[in-house]
């Protein structure tokens, strides 16, 4: 079964996350408070040009030919992220800075493109000839929870949200339907799709650098599928552009 | 019985004031090995880790977000797998010793012949104990129970890990 989940990486992506891991505590030297111009934990507006490394999958469900599965075994990918100001509902002090949940809202936009049927394998699709590109964009709330900075005088600080949100989505290609050897079709969404939009994450900010690790779900209507959605998840790293 | 007898011992620490506490931010990284069952099968292997350790006001107590993977093979069988984990510990301190509840996110790969054959992923929770010397050196154990695909509880998985680590204060 395939997967959507919020930290699946195989192991050589996963070793790749330890050692950038590793060479955070390097990189506090670097993000000292005064770089950022944000207040304690909480953030003012910014925006994140996201790079990474992710898998996404796109799934649909024909009535007469049954499901598709197809992914893009992995690829770099950009996207571009809009957060508003943040709030807090609950601030605590810590031993050093403080505990914060908090709420603000989130715009995303990105593409996808998948080109690989999933059949056997979980995670590595077969090349059968499809190829389905798309590009979405959502905008929701988000909720989370922050601790830090994690050294006194520094802008290191780790947190965890999930978010929900609405938006649309366009895309076109084709995709294997049934077991291989399967019946390829068109899929087309004819024009933008509305979309809900889910997202988890867990990262460290380090200043302005972000390392993350993230999940997003789409949720698509298009009435000429009985379902179709399209999931991504893996580690970025991100700059925050703050205003 | 004697897991309500462990479960009794850790809420008499939990309740024990501290003991020279003297936990500190910082992140750290730990290296060692785990022991696994899940639907009767064994496996063994390396595990390595990274936290950022975050210590709540009065030092008793410790927010530790963690990632970590191992690297298994079954016991009586040729395949591998790996256990990738994302979760938090809640870590009582009493003196240079630690010990609480976690919460995480798993993702089980099975491999055969260098391929992913299955994932499985979900929560799960367990506890953690260990010790940590203020030079930044540090060995524990953690039971990672719970582990099942969503509420799937027949493949249901449990494991151990030891380790021993450094963190940088």
Redesign the interface.
């Known amino acids: 079964?395939?997967?959507s989940?919020?930290?699946?990486?195989?192991?050589p992506k996963?070793?790749r996350?330890?050692v950038l891991?590793?060479l955070?505590?390097f990189a506090a030297p670097v993000a000292r408070a005064e770089d950022a111009p944000d207040k304690g934990g909480l953030r003012d507006a910014s925006v994140t040009v996201v790079a990474g490394y992710i898998q996404g999958t796109f799934k649909a469900r024909n009535a007469t030919f049954g499901e598709s599965q197809q992914t893009d075994n992995g690829h770099a990918n950009l996207n571009l992220d809009y957060d508003s100001h943040e709030k807090a509902f609950v601030r605590?002090?810590?031993?050093?800075?403080e505990?914060i949940m908090g709420w603000n809202f989130n715009a995303t936009i990105s593409q996808f493109q998948v080109n690989k049927q999933l059949e056997?394998?979980?995670?590595?699709g077969t090349d059968e000839g499809t190829s389905l590109k798309g590009t979405y964009a959502a905008v929701g709330p988000s909720a989370f929870i922050r601790?830090?900075p994690?050294?006194p005088g520094t802008k290191?600080f780790?947190s965890?949200g999930v978010g929900l949100g609405v938006g649309g989505t366009e895309y076109s290609g084709n995709a294997m339907f049934g077991a291989a050897p399967g019946t390829i079709l068109p899929v087309k969404s004819g024009g933008v799709k509305p979309m809900l939009y889910e997202t988890a994450f867990?990262k460290?900010d380090v200043g302005h650098v972000m390392v993350l690790?993230n999940s997003k779900y789409l949720l698509i209507r298009d009435a000429n599928l009985q379902s179709s959605t399209y999931e991504s998840y893996g580690l970025s790293v991100g700059y925050r552009f703050t205003f | 019985m004697r897991m309500l007898t462990g479960i009794r011992f850790l809420l008499l620490l939990a309740a024990l004031p501290a003991l020279r506490a003297d936990p500190a931010n910082g992140f750290g990284l730990t290296v060692g090995t785990v022991s696994a069952s899940q639907g009767g099968v064994a496996s063994t292997g390396g595990s390595l880790g990274a936290d950022a350790q975050f210590c709540l006001k009065g030092g008793t107590w410790s927010i530790n977000p963690y990632l970590m993977i191992s690297m298994e093979k079954e016991k009586d069988g040729s395949e591998k797998r790996s256990d990738n984990l994302g979760g938090v510990q809640f870590r009582r301190w009493v003196g240079p010793v630690y010990f609480g509840p976690q919460l995480f996110f798993h993702d089980r790969l099975l491999l055969s012949g260098g391929n992913v054959t299955n994932s499985q992923y979900g929560p799960g929770a367990g506890v953690v104990l260990g010790y940590e010397a203020r030079g930044g050196f540090t060995v524990g154990a953690q039971l990672d129970m719970l582990e099942s695909q969503f509420l799937n509880t027949v493949d249901r998985r449990n494991a151990v890990r030891v380790y021993l680590g450094y963190r940088w204060h």
């Open positions: 079964m395939p997967h989940c919020f930290f699946p990486i195989p192991q996963a070793m996350l330890l891991t590793a955070l505590p605590r002090p810590m031993g050093v800075g505990f056997t394998s979980a995670f590595t601790l830090g994690l050294y290191i780790w965890f867990w460290l690790f």
